[in-house]
T-cell receptor
Framework: AQSVTQLDSQVPVFEEAPVELRCNYS??????LFWYVQYPNQGLQLLLK??????LVKGINGFEAEFNKSQTSFHLRKPSVHISDTAEYFC????????????FGTGTRLQVTL | NAGVTQTPKFQVLKTGQSMTLQCAQD?????MSWYRQDPGMGLRLIHY???????DQGEVPNGYNVSRSTTEDFPLRLLSAAPSQTSVYFC???????????????FGDGTRLSIL
């Protein structure tokens, strides 16, 4: 079985400041890792994914994440946030055999203010 | 391009009532799934289907039924609604090639269900 832990339920940050949203996972097998964003009253949109290869993954809207196998982490970062980045962010994991059976973390609410 | 369409967007039920949440996709995707989203719980898989006539249980299937008579539609039925089923429900779809390439699912905008 696999699990995902998002350590922060809420992250307040000022506009143009950097942000890091933390995600740790556990699994007995190889995994794929995803970050999704959910804007109010909308479904989930993929930000970025790690399947293999380079451990630094760049996604949409200026976000990036780094896969760290030794620390079982996949933290999401953005060097300068915008008001429009205010949303709920979900980390998800799937094992390499069943990529569409995702296990989600509990989410981190990113609140960007002026 | 409508993508994944869920109806209704909002619904209030009384305990014991039954209802069907509709999900339709126009992308000819083989794989469809239902999740529920609860505060502090993330999204949890209820049921999924890899094609017409094929369904299987996810993490939290109790109290829900599904069927897949066509590729386009994957309705979720609550047989006897309970307050514990108050949640936001998301439908998602992927093509099987996308699944094999480990591409993510396409999500609908959700159905917000309250059970009194």
């Amino acid at each position: 079985a696999q699990s995902v832990t998002q350590l922060d339920s809420q992250v307040p940050v000022f506009e143009e400041a950097p942000v890091e949203l933390r995600c740790n996972y556990s699994s007995s097998v190889s995994v794929y890792l995803f970050w999704y964003v959910q804007y109010p009253n909308q479904g989930l949109q993929l930000l970025l994914k790690y399947l293999s290869g380079s451990t630094l993954v760049k996604g949409i809207n200026g976000f990036e994440a780094e896969f760290n196998k030794s620390q079982t982490s996949f933290h999401l970062r953005k060097p300068s946030v915008h008001i429009s980045d205010t949303a709920e962010y979900f980390c998800a994991v799937s094992n390499t055999g069943t990529a569409s059976k995702l296990t989600f973390g509990t989410g981190t609410r990113l609140q960007v203010t002026l | 391009n409508a993508g994944v369409t869920q109806t209704p967007k909002f619904q209030v039920l009384k305990t014991g009532q039954s209802m069907t949440l509709q999900c339709a996709q126009d992308m000819n995707h083989e794989y469809m799934s239902w999740y529920r989203q609860d505060p502090g719980m993330g999204l949890r898989l209820i049921h999924y289907s890899v094609g017409a006539g094929i369904t299987d249980q996810g993490e939290v299937p109790n109290g829900y039924n599904v069927s897949r008579s066509t590729t386009e539609d994957f309705p979720l039925r609550l047989l006897s609604a309970a307050p514990s089923q108050t949640s936001v429900y998301f439908c998602a779809s992927s093509s099987l090639p996308e699944v094999l390439r480990n591409q993510p699912q396409h999500f609908g905008d959700g159905t917000r269900l309250s059970i009194l």
